[in-house]
């Protein structure tokens, strides 16, 4: 049977990857003999320009872990080999990066979640691509997500992340779950001294939604909660304007160990939000 490409959300554009060469799970091996020394040099400016905006906007556990994938800023100059990367991550927490062609389907995206694999796109935006692309890339996928799958509390969510969505997936509630890892593992963020700083890796990897994020007086920032959280829809091509707050990465964990199943029937009978949509003080507290 032929893997087909994935598409969330609405785009003019095609897909992009290889999917010819995936798996029945949709994983294959990164071609590392295909990056030209253009493609290395992407990565390397993204990384240097990224890792310099990170103090006082990025959370302290991600700028600890960024050593972790084996690059430091000022000696960066290629995109990193998966292989060597797991090595390390391996004896950290357990898990491995797997790569994959692009975006996957739901199903195999939550089984390799709950067997502590992460999927990994190869290929690199273009440099007339360099600010903005609409889906991951390797240097999204390898600087923003990759760091915090060190961190054992924050691995062990990714993977309870993934449990959860199997069943979500058999119950229908897919869309609802989703909701949860954009404003959590793509777009959160969590207090730290004394104001907030960015997890998630949408915002990390982003020159720009990073210091929208953390610092602009526009976008609304409420409180995490499930039910809020997984009735709020969301843009895939413009910066957020609701984020969601946490204090801490165990307070994560701990919100996803409940069944969901009742939380998945009480959403069913109410509206959706619309992801600009202000929430006011009083409905807060209530």
């Known amino acids: 049977m032929a893997i087909e490409p994935v598409v969330y959300g609405a785009s003019d554009r095609p897909p992009r990857g290889d999917y010819a060469r995936a798996g029945a799970d949709y994983t294959c091996t990164q071609d590392y003999a295909a990056y030209t020394a253009q493609d290395h040099?992407?990565?390397a400016r993204l990384f240097r320009r990224q890792a310099a905006l990170l103090p006082g906007l990025a959370c302290d556990e991600f700028i600890a872990a960024l050593p972790s994938l084996g690059q430091r800023p000022e000696d960066v100059d290629r995109i990193p080999r998966f292989d060597e990367v797991n090595e390390r991550l391996l004896r950290a927490t357990g898990w491995q990066l797997v790569t994959v062609p692009g975006l996957i389907p739901e199903v195999?995206?939550?089984t390799l979640l709950?067997?502590?694999?992460?999927?990994?796109t190869d290929w690199i935006r273009r440099p007339d691509e360099f600010d903005y692309i609409v889906e991951p890339d390797v240097f999204h996928d390898l600087f923003g997500h990759v760091p915090l799958l060190f961190?054992?509390?924050f691995a062990d969510y990714v993977q309870r992340y993934g449990q959860g969505g199997l069943k979500a997936h058999a119950l229908g509630a897919c869309e609802q779950l989703s909701r949860l890892y954009w404003y959590t593992i793509e777009f959160g963020l969590i207090r730290q001294h004394g104001g907030l700083r960015a997890y998630g890796a949408g915002i990390l990897s982003s020159s720009g939604e990073l210091r929208h994020a953390v610092q602009s007086p526009e976008p609304q920032r409420l409180p995490l909660q499930l039910e809020r959280t997984m009735r709020t829809r969301y843009k895939i091509d413009s910066y957020?304007?609701?984020?969601?707050?946490i204090d801490s990465f165990q307070q994560l964990f701990d919100l996803t160990e409940a069944d969901f199943s009742p939380l998945y029937e009480r959403l069913r009978g109410l509206p959706e939000l619309a992801?600009?949509?202000?929430?006011?003080?009083?409905?807060?507290?209530?």
């Open 41 to 43: 040099d992407t990565y």
């Open 108 to 110: 195999p995206f939550f």
């Open 114 to 120: 709950s067997e502590r694999r992460f999927p990994v």
């Open 151 to 153: 961190n054992p509390v």
């Open 240 to 245: 957020q304007s609701t984020y969601f707050e």
């Open 275 to 286: 992801a600009d949509q202000v929430e006011h003080p009083a409905a807060l507290a209530a």
